[in-house]
């Protein structure tokens, strides 16, 4: 089977399978399929320029961004979430038999879904560098725009809460620049850019609060 044929059966069937599972849970908070599949494809793209620029295996790494979170769904609450990873690797490792990849290939792959939450799989595997990848480029979106959108998203209106809450987070967002946290070069420097403009906004959103205040004789 060709790459491209078998990225394309991936895509649909974690696409498939997220819509689906979200159907069974609607109503729930934080069921939101459309964000997930969304989220997976800029997680795809994101690995794939880090791939390119590493010299990763590029199908093995699209194959992995496109998985990593198929069980985000099936793991209902904050505690559970923590295994959707693992619990992915168990569902993607007969689909990825059945599309031909070789036991390594799939070991690979389903390490890098394993382990992009907390760098644990629940069998033995060595780290590779497509595992890496995988983790960089989820945690790249994960700061990216529309992430600022959704974190703050019920405290716009509370000016008071949302600044405090703004200027706690820069002192993370700091510390995530000083520390280069990612796994590759090139994961660090795309998470870079997202922290760069992160901090530029937040900087910029703490001067209008010091602008906030009545006008001295």
């Known amino acids: 089977m060709e790459p491209h044929t078998r990225i394309e059966k991936i895509a ?19 069921i939101d399929p459309e964000y997930r599949w969304n989220h997976t494809l800029r997680v795809t793209q994101y690995g794939r320029q880090i791939a390119s620029a ?3 295996n590029l199908e093995l790494t699209t194959a992995g961004c496109l998985l990593h979170d198929v069980a985000w769904f099936d793991t209902p609450g904050e505690a559970e ?17 059945e599309l031909g990849y070789a036991p390594e290939e799939a070991g690979n792959i389903c390490f890098s879904i394993a382990a992009h939450v907390d760098d ?18 989820d945690n790249i979106d994960r700061f990216g725009a529309y992430r600022i959108l959704q ?16 200027a706690e987070r820069l002192t993370t967002l700091r ?25 530029a906004f937040f900087e910029r959103l703490l001067a209008e609060r010091d602008l906030t205040r009545p006008v001295e004789e």
């Open 120 to 137: 644990r799989a629940d069998f033995e595997h060595p780290v590779t560098l497509e595992s890496k990848i995988v983790s960089d480029a």
């Open 151 to 166: 974190r703050y998203e019920r405290q716009v209106r509370d000016w008071q809460g949302l600044t405090g809450a703004v």
């Open 175 to 199: 510390k995530y620049r000083h520390d280069q946290i990612m796994g590759t070069p090139t994961g660090n420097e795309l998470f870079n850019r997202q922290l760069d403009f992160q901090i």
């Open 81 to 97: 979430s923590r295994e959707h990873g693992r619990l992915g690797a168990r569902l993607a490792r007969p689909l990825l038999q």
């Open 54 to 56: 590493e010299g990763a």
């Open 12 to 30: 649909g069937f974690v696409r498939q399978r997220l819509y689906q599972v979200a159907a069974s849970r609607a109503g729930e908070t934080y």
